[in-house]
T-cell receptor
Framework: SQTIHQWPATLVQPVGSPLSLECTVE??????LYWYRQAAGRGLQLLFY??????ISSEVPQNLSASRPQDRQFILSSKKLLLSDSGFYLC??????????FGPGTRLTVL | KQEVTQIPAALSVPEGENLVLNCSFT??????LQWFRQDPGKGLTSLLL?????REQTSGRLNASLDKSSGRSTLYIAASQPGDSATYLC???????????FGTGTKLQVIP
């Protein structure tokens, strides 16, 4: 069966510090991968998606970037965090344009 | 631009009651619709996926229906239990990796 992991689970970072969140998927090959952000009281916002190694599409201009160095690894990064980057970050995978499966999430607080 | 609305934002019911959660969308040209539950501080758990060509899907005590012409989907929960307490989200895929729009959810509380 497929599983999806995210780490860390929680993170508290000062403004201006770098960020690296990691997501890995097991039990499937060539998945589509997604990074979402969930802000309090708002719906999920798609940040990035990837259909293959090295292929990244960005949905909104922002202070964040994503990379996919391996088939089942997806990384969300920032060189300098802003207060507005605080939120709950969720990684998801799907096969083609189908059912999406989400990881446990990372709670990021920028102080 | 697809817009997805879930009303009510919160719902409280006694244990054992059958209930219906609503999801409305503005553009009927959809690829599929997915229902999720989210427990506080956790990720989303997929409950049901309805393809555009389907009218409903069932899993255990859950039944989801889709009416594209009216832009509506409902999630029916039979014989609700306290363990059903969570936020329920619907997501509409309008036909692409980047074209999934989420509603803001209905927070359900089932009272023992």
């Amino acid at each position: 069966s497929q599983t999806i992991h995210q780490w860390p689970a929680t993170l508290v970072q000062p403004v201006g510090s770098p960020l690296s969140l990691e997501c890995t998927v097991e039990g499937t090959s060539n998945p589509n991968l997604y990074w979402y952000r969930q802000a309090a009281g708002r719906g999920l916002q798609l940040l990035f998606y990837s259909v293959g190694i090295g292929q990244i599409s960005s949905e909104v201009p922002q202070n964040l970037s994503a990379s996919r160095p391996q088939d089942r690894q997806f990384i969300l990064s920032s060189k300098k965090l802003l207060l507005s980057d605080s939120g709950f970050y969720l990684c998801a995978w799907s096969e083609d344009v189908g059912e999406q499966f989400f990881g446990p999430g990372t709670r990021l607080t920028v102080l | 631009k697809q817009e997805v609305t879930q009303i009510p934002a919160a719902l409280s019911v006694p244990e054992g009651e059958n209930l219906v959660l609503n999801c409305s969308f503005t553009d009927s040209a959809i690829y599929n619709l997915q229902w999720f539950r989210q427990d506080p501080g956790k990720g989303l758990t997929s409950l049901l996926l309805i393809q555009s060509s389907q009218r409903e899907q069932t899993s255990g005590r859950l039944n989801a229906s889709l009416d594209k012409s009216s832009g509506r989907s409902t999630l029916y929960i039979a014989a609700s239990q306290p363990g059903d307490s969570a936020t329920y989200l619907c997501a509409v895929n309008s036909g692409g990796y980047q074209k999934v729009t989420f509603g803001t959810g209905t927070k359900l509380q089932v009272i023992p």
